[in-house]
């Protein structure tokens, strides 16, 4: 009631199961942020096929209603060690990304989601400044294909990270060109 378009969009986006799982994530993180009391949460890892409306969901929902996000994939995967812009966003996002296969750099893109989860923290880091700990209780979203390389971006599970991610599979929506909702209508139905 109030959002229809979202909740036809959710109901063919996530089918039952991952629907509930979605929206409990979803929820946690919402009540604390309207509460003003942050706290740590799980990484959201949404997998499907091309032209679903993961990204949608990530730029057009996660973005607008929680007031900002930024690309943190250069971070994550340590290809750049400066932080300072992503400390300021709620939400740090890694949009179809193909992760690099070799065993260090993707056990290295697990710690660095595990220790984000973990910590209510990150160590923040600018160019020619020396790195402290900021706080952070935001929370990171990553969407992929469903194709053997895209799934690459799944952390590595062998590291105790199980408890600190959610892995959801996406649905085809069957929405086509014109059926998507403007950011108008998006703005109208998100509270």
């Not at 979202?6 to 942020?33: C, G, P, S, T, V």
């Not at 706290?39 to 997998?47: D, K, M, T």
């Amino acid at each position: 009631k109030g959002f229809p378009w979202i909740a036809n969009y959710m109901e063919k986006i996530f089918r039952d199961e991952q629907r509930i799982y979605y929206l409990h994530w979803l929820m946690h993180y919402y009540r604390q942020a309207l509460a003003g009391k942050p706290g740590r949460g799980l990484a959201l890892f949404i997998a499907g096929p091309v032209g679903v409306g993961k990204t949608f969901l990530s730029r057009q929902i996660h973005e607008k209603l929680f007031g900002g996000s930024m690309d943190a994939s250069s971070y994550l995967t340590r290809a750049d060690q400066f932080n300072t812009n992503l400390v300021s966003s709620p939400m740090w996002t890694i949009d179809d990304a193909v992760a690099q296969t070799d065993a260090k750099t993707r056990e290295g893109y697990s710690q660095m989601i595990k220790m984000m989860t973990a910590n209510e923290g990150v160590v923040m880091r600018g160019m020619h400044r020396e790195g402290f700990r900021a706080p952070w209780f935001g929370r990171l979203t990553v969407t992929m294909n469903d194709d053997p390389d895209s799934l690459k971006m799944l952390p590595m599970t062998d590291i105790s990270i199980k408890d600190k991610i959610v892995v959801i599979c996406a649905m085809d929506t069957g929405f086509k060109h014109g059926d998507w909702a403007t950011d108008a209508l998006i703005d109208s139905e998100l509270p």
